[in-house]
């Protein structure tokens, strides 16, 4: 199992109980299971929830707005005023995140592993530089043997520049440092047919690229988190479309994470063992050990082809673009085409947005978007040649990421 590396998402719901305080019972049960997968040789990137809802339970924010220590009267310089929403969100993050990391520290420490705290935004992952020192600092931590425990820096980000959730940061994450696999635990098993309650739904446990389950999501958010089954579809497909398998899981059941590594790998020798069968795929040796020897969990199939370090990085920078570059018929068919095709001036109609080197810009034809790129000129520059022949490429292929691939 050395060298095999895998990114496990924490939700809020698996690490808080109904009244939003820490469940210190179910996270020291999961740091037990990391620590089984560390002595194991895999290494493991933890994306931990749970900050925000730890904070909220340690201020005791009265439903007013006024904050205090102890539930009782507000202590002595403390603000009586009611806070918003962004200042709450940034107050409780402050406190929860310390107490937090805190007990990760010493659970983490009764077993002799070392962890460390990643702290990240989502304008980190726009810059090619700061995705890079990112990805060089978690490396070394797991070359060192140190468990990254990451979270999204609540105290600095605001509304407009925040992740969905910690599912989409896990994705990014996942696929920055070349994960092979990524597990989202929430507070239930995975993609059902219906609603989880209802005894009549049955769980999905094999999702493919081309598996239509568009009828089947919920769309309720998290009690504690921000996010919901919508988004962890979307994160999983996305992540699962460039080459990384993804598990969503109930993080409530007892031993769930050593259960699905070991099933990961016994589903690994029985693809091995019918590698010879040539009627035999993936899909099929996982069905053929259903259901008795899998947890219950849904799993997204990874897609076989090979994607570069650099498209993995601009294909989850969407979020991010500074502009947009507008290109006709004749460049959109060129580009959407079976062979590579850069989007050159000549085909450009379009220059939307104030934008640098290097940038991310979404790329479209009339409306339709088609996927995002890293420019090669800045905005001024890309005006000044659109439209012109014999000019090099606004963006190369090798830095274009299409929405259909």
């Known amino acids: 199992m050395n060298n095999f590396r895998i990114t496990v998402k924490i939700g809020s719901n698996v ?64 603000s009586q005023r009611t806070l918003d929403a962004v200042s709450q969100r940034q107050l409780y993050s402050a406190v929860g995140q310390a107490k937090l990391i805190n007990k990760y520290y010493e659970l983490f420490r009764d077993h002799g592993i070392p962890c460390g705290q990643v ?85 999905i446990p094999i999702i493919s690229d081309d598996t239509d389950i568009s009828g089947y999501i919920q769309t309720n958010r998290s009690s504690f988190g921000r996010g919901g089954m919508v988004t962890k579809h979307r994160i999983a497909r996305k992540v699962a479309g460039e080459g990384i398998e993804v598990i969503i899981s109930n993080g409530k059941r007892e031993g769930i994470l050593v259960d699905l590594i070991d099933a990961e790998f016994t589903m690994h020798n029985a693809r091995l063992d019918a590698s010879d069968d040539e009627g035999n ?28 370090s650099v498209k993995k990085w601009i294909a989850h920078s969407e979020g991010f673009s500074k502009g947009a570059i507008y290109i006709n018929e004749g460049a959109a068919i060129a580009v959407l085409g079976e062979r590579a095709a850069s989007i050159l001036p000549v085909g450009v109609t379009r220059v939307e947005g104030d934008f640098e080197e290097d940038d991310i810009v979404a790329i479209y034809h009339d409306d339709k978007r088609l996927g995002v790129g890293r420019v090669s000129c800045s905005s001024a520059e890309a005006r000044e040649v659109m439209g012109k022949k014999g000019q090099r490429p606004l963006v190369h292929y090798d830095y274009l990421a299409l929405d259909n691939e």
Not at 21 to 48: F, H, K, P, W
């Open 15 to 78: 690490l808080t109980r109904k009244d939003g305080t820490l469940d210190v019972t179910r996270m020291s049960a999961l740091v037990d299971q990391v620590a089984e997968l560390y002595r194991r040789g895999i290494q493991v990137i933890l994306v931990s929830s749970g900050a925000v809802a730890s904070g909220r339970s340690e201020m005791k924010v009265r439903a007013n707005g006024q904050r205090t220590a102890d539930g009782g009267q507000p202590s002595a310089g403390s």
């Open 119 to 203: 702290l990240t935004t989502k304008e980190s992952f726009g810059s090619r530089g700061h995705y890079l020192n990112q990805k060089n600092c978690m490396e070394v931590m797991l070359q060192e043997g140190v468990i990254p425990i990451v979270n999204e820096n609540d105290t600095i980000s605001v509304t407009e520049l925040m992740f969905t959730d910690n599912d989409e940061l896990s994705g990014l994450i996942a696929t920055m440092m070349n994960a092979q696999l990524l597990i989202l635990l929430s507070n239930i098993d995975g993609i059902y047919t219906g609603n989880p309650s209802d005894p009549e739904s049955q769980l």
């Open 281 to 308: 795929n993936r899909e099929s040796c996982i069905t053929n050990h259903e259901p008795n020897h899998w947890p219950r969990c849904t799993r997204f199939l990874a897609d076989k082809k090979e994607t570069s």
